[in-house]
C-alpha cells in the first residue's frame, strides 16, 4: 500500500477532497461500457442478453428466465448451516429495516385545515446481486427484507448465469431468493440487468420496474446513472471501499485483516488507514503484507492495496482525520480509537460508521442487523445506503374544509396576482358567492 503523507500540511476543503485516494479513470471508462450496455438492451432485448452473457459470462443457450424448479431445487439442496445463519441474517435485517418506516402524521394547520403526510411504496423493484467473483447471497437478504418491509408488492431478482452451474444462477442465491418467496428471477448480469429492470424485456417477459436496487462493481454502478430518470435508483454501490481511522493504541493485526477483508471483493476494492501515528502505520503495512500473501483471494487483494484507491494516510491530528474522512465519504467506517464512541458523532459523512475493534464490516456485511448496500464513490456526503426508505415515496395528502379555505383566501389571490397568474385566484374566487365578497 502507498502512503500519502498530509502532516504539516494546511488543506482547504478543496485540497482535502483533491488528497483523497480514488480510482477516477476506472470509474470514467466504466460509465461509457455500461451505458453502452445499457443502450444495447432497451434496443436489442433478449438478444442483447444473450450476447453479453456469452461474452461476460461465458453462457450460452440457458434460461435466462429462471424456472421455479432451479429456486426449488437450490433450496432443498442448501445445507442447513447456511440455511440457518440466513434466516437469522433476515430476521435482524427485518427487525432493523422496520425502524425506518415513518408512520403516518396528520397536521392541522388551522380549524378544518389538515395535511396528512404519509409513505407510500412502489409497485415493483428489481434487485441486483452479483455473483462473479463472490456470490453475494447476503445481498439478497440486504434487499429483499427492506423492499418487503416497505409494502412492495413485485420485487423481480436478477444474477448473473454461472458457467460452472450450466448456466443457472449461483444455487446460494437462489436458495436465499427461495427463503424469502421470492420467484421472478432472471439470470442476468451486471450492467445489463440495471438496463433490463430500466427497460424491461418483452421476450422474457420482464417488465420495467420502479426502482433499481443492489450492489456490484464500478460496471453496475455505472449503469444505474446511466438509467437515472428512467427508474430510480438506490445509491451507486460501487466496487467496495473501507476506510479505518485508528490511534496509536489500535491493534495492527485487526486493522490489516478489516482492510484484507473487504479488499478480497475485487480487484477495484478501496482500503484505506488514516492515523496520525506513524509507528502504528507501519506495523499495519508489515501486517498488510503478512496476510495479503495468506489469504485465498491473494493476488485480488494485491491488485486492489497496491492500486491507487488504496493507501495509508498520515495526519498530524485527530481532527485532521476526521476532516479526511468526511472528505473522502467512505463506504465503511471503522473507528479503532479509544475513545470510539464518543468520537463518532463527529464522523458525519460515511455510509455506515462500525464503532470500535469489535465492529468489524464483515458483521455489517452479514449479521449486524444493518444493510451492506451502502453508497461509494464520496456519495456518502448526500446519499444514504439501501433501506426501507429506498422504496417509498413521500406523499402529502390536503384537506380544507370551505370555511378553513376562506380563511387563506385573500391571501392566495394576493400572492397568485404578484406573480401575474391570475387564474390562480380565480380558482379561489369561484368558489365563493358574491355574498361571501
Do not use: C
Request: cysteine-free; charged content about 20%; glycine content about 10%.
Amino acid at each position: 500500500m502507498r502512503t500519502i503523507d498530509l502532516r504539516g500540511k494546511t488543506l482547504s476543503a478543496a485540497d482535502m477532497l483533491a488528497a483523497v485516494p480514488r480510482a477516477a479513470q476506472a470509474r470514467a471508462e466504466a460509465l461509457e461500457t455500461a451505458a453502452r450496455i445499457v443502450e444495447d438492451v432497451r434496443t436489442g432485448g433478449e438478444s442483447a442478453l444473450r450476447a453479453q452473457a456469452e461474452q461476460f459470462d461465458r453462457v450460452t443457450g440457458h434460461a435466462i428466465r429462471v424456472p421455479a424448479e432451479h429456486i426449488a431445487d437450490a433450496l432443498a439442496a442448501v445445507s442447513l448451516e447456511v440455511r440457518t445463519a440466513l434466516e437469522e441474517s433476515i430476521a435482524r435485517v427485518r427487525q432493523g429495516s422496520e425502524a425506518q418506516v415513518p408512520a403516518p402524521r396528520v397536521t392541522e394547520i388551522g380549524p378544518g385545515a389538515r395535511i396528512t403526510q404519509r409513505w407510500q411504496p412502489v409497485n415493483r423493484v428489481g434487485v441486483y446481486i452479483p455473483g462473479g467473483k463472490a456470490p453475494l447471497a447476503s445481498s439478497v437478504v440486504m434487499n429483499v427484507v427492506p423492499a418487503q418491509v416497505a409494502g412492495v408488492t413485485e420485487i423481480a431478482l436478477a444474477s448473473p448465469p454461472q458457467h460452472s452451474e450450466d448456466g443457472r444462477i449461483h444455487p446460494t442465491i437462489l436458495a436465499a431468493a427461495g427463503l424469502l418467496g421470492v420467484t421472478e428471477v432472471y439470470a442476468i448480469g451486471g450492467a445489463g440487468a440495471i438496463g433490463a429492470f430500466a427497460h424491461g424485456v418483452e421476450g422474457i417477459g420482464l417488465d420495467p420496474v420502479d426502482v433499481v436496487s443492489g450492489p456490484g462493481n464500478n460496471y453496475v454502478a455505472s449503469a444505474k446513472r446511466a438509467v437515472a430518470g428512467v427508474v430510480g435508483t438506490d445509491s451507486e454501490a460501487g466496487a467496495t471501499e473501507i476506510l479505518i481511522v485508528a490511534d496509536g493504541e489500535a491493534d495492527a493485526r485487526l486493522i490489516a485483516a478489516d482492510l484484507i477483508s473487504q479488499a478480497e471483493h475485487d480487484e477495484q476494492a478501496s482500503a484505506v488507514l488514516v492515523t496520525d501515528d506513524a509507528d502504528l502505520a507501519e506495523r499495519v503495512a508489515v501486517e498488510v503484507a503478512d496476510l495479503a500473501a495468506r489469504t485465498r483471494h491473494s493476488e485480488r487483494v494485491g491488485v486492489s492495496l497496491s492500486g491507487p484507491q488504496s493507501a495509508i494516510v498520515l495526519v498530524d491530528d485527530r481532527a485532521m482525520a476526521t476532516a479526511f474522512s468526511n472528505a473522502y465519504a467512505p463506504e465503511h467506517l471503522e473507528l479503532h480509537l479509544v475513545d470510539a464512541e464518543e468520537a463518532a458523532s463527529a464522523f458525519t459523512s460515511a455510509g455506515a460508521i462500525f464503532v470500535g475493534d469489535q465492529t468489524p464490516v464483515s458483521l455489517g456485511d452479514y449479521m449486524a442487523g444493518s444493510n451492506h448496500v451502502l453508497p461509494t464513490g464520496g456519495q456518502a456526503r448526500y446519499a444514504p445506503g439501501l433501506g426501507a426508505y429506498t422504496f417509498l415515496r413521500p406523499q402529502q395528502v390536503i384537506s380544507y374544509d370551505h370555511a378553513a379555505l376562506a380563511a387563506v383566501r385573500a391571501g392566495v389571490v394576493a400572492l397568485a396576482n404578484t406573480e401575474v397568474l391570475p387564474a390562480h385566484g380565480d380558482a379561489i374566487e369561484a368558489r365563493f358567492g358574491a355574498s361571501e365578497g
